[in-house]
Every structure is written in C-alpha cells, then in structure tokens.
C-alpha cells in the first residue's frame, strides 16, 4: 500500500537548468541513482522488514532471557529500516531527474561531465545531486565547493573554490 502509493506518486520531472532556484524542496538525481533508490526501497519493502520483523516475532515467543539481546537488536533494525524507507519514500516523491543527455554542453549544469586540469593533472568530475555524490566514483554534489563554483561556467574559464586541503583552481578542459 505505502510501497505502491509512494512510487505512483514519485512526479519525475526533467532537469536541465544551470540556475538551481526553480527547485524549490526537489531533489535532482540522474535516472540511475534514482532506479538505485528505487530498488534499495523496495529490498527495503519486500526483503529486510520481513526478515527483521520475522526475527523479532520468533525471539519474542521464545522469551528466554538469552534470547533477549537478539530481540533488543532486532528493534533497532526495525526502527533503522522504517526510518530508512520513509527517508527514501520522501526522495523519491520529490526526485527531479537531472537530463544527461545534453551531449556537448556549452555551460556547466547538473548531470555533465566535466574535465578540469590545474597545474599538477586533469581530473574528470560528475556534477550530480547530493544524494548520489561520491567522491570515490568522482561524482560530485551541486551543493559542494566545488560543484557550486563549475554551475554555469564554460569550457576555458577558471574556477576557484576553497577545499579541505586548501584553496584550488582548476581551468575547465572540456564539458560533456
């Protein structure tokens, strides 16, 4: 009921502005960190709140003082999983899908692909919501240092922004 109501209701629009105010409480995400949400909510639904809710219902008919660890943990569980898919349910109704398919961008906007070299490398970042950055995979939120300073700019410009370890400037190479 909640699941499908949820997922009925996800208003999935097309994202494809530089300027970041016509947002309002929209979350902008790529389709695929969406479908990622998606699918860690219905596990969510379908796998783990059985499989919790099992647990607790078996050790709370066995009773045993022994036993009483394994339904205290099982709560937590419980609680982190609710709380988890009602984060999720909220993302999703107000996900906002981030157009990638932009090809050869002229000014910087969410979903590109961006090439910038500074004096040491280049480095090739993903400009994505915050709910799918990962610095690992080089993905980056809007809402960063970083991301905030490349909004907008085009292919030769310079941008400067101030980063945990220190002031950096990167020239931008190429915008995909």
Same mark, same amino acid.
């Given at each position: *009921?909640?699941?499908?109501?949820?997922?009925?209701?996800?208003?999935?629009?097309?994202?494809?502005?530089?300027? *970041? +105010?016509?947002?309002?409480?929209?979350?902008? $995400?790529?389709?695929?960190?969406?479908? #990622?949400?998606?699918?860690?909510?219905?596990?969510?639904?379908?796998?783990?709140? /059985?499989?919790?809710?099992?647990?607790?219902?078996?050790?709370?008919?066995?009773? +045993? *003082?022994?036993?009483?660890?394994?339904?205290?943990?099982?709560?937590?569980?419980?609680?982190?999983?609710?709380?988890?898919?009602?984060?999720?349910?909220? !993302?999703?109704?107000?996900?906002?899908?981030? +157009?990638?398919? @932009?090809? @050869?961008?002229?000014?910087?906007?969410?979903?590109?692909? !961006?090439? !910038?070299?500074?004096?040491?490398?280049?480095?090739?970042? @993903?400009?994505?919501?915050?709910?799918?950055?990962?610095?690992?995979?080089?993905?980056?939120? @809007?809402?960063? /240092?970083? #991301?905030?300073?490349?909004?907008?700019?085009?292919? #030769?410009?310079?941008?400067?922004?101030?980063? /945990?370890? #220190?002031?950096?400037?990167?020239? $931008?190479?190429?915008?995909?």
């Amino acid at each position: *009921m909640f699941k499908t109501k949820v997922l009925r209701e996800a208003q999935v629009l097309i994202f494809n502005s530089p300027s *970041m +105010d016509n947002l309002n409480d929209r979350i902008p $995400i790529t389709k695929n960190g969406l479908g #990622g949400l998606k699918k860690e909510y219905e596990e969510l639904i379908k796998v783990k709140r /059985p499989e919790v809710v099992e647990r607790l219902s078996s050790s709370r008919k066995i009773g +045993d *003082m022994a036993e009483e660890n394994e339904y205290t943990q099982s709560r937590l569980e419980l609680a982190f999983i609710v709380g988890r898919i009602s984060e999720l349910a909220e !993302v999703i109704s107000k996900a906002i899908l981030i +157009d990638e398919g @932009h090809g @050869h961008c002229q000014e910087i906007k969410l979903g590109c692909k !961006v090439t !910038v070299k500074n004096v040491n490398k280049e480095n090739i970042f @993903h400009l994505v919501g915050e709910w799918e950055a990962n610095p690992a995979e080089a993905k980056i939120s @809007h809402q960063s /240092p970083l #991301g905030r300073s490349l909004l907008g700019k085009k292919v #030769g410009e310079k941008v400067d922004f101030q980063a /945990p370890a #220190g002031r950096i400037i990167y020239t $931008i190479v190429k915008i995909d």
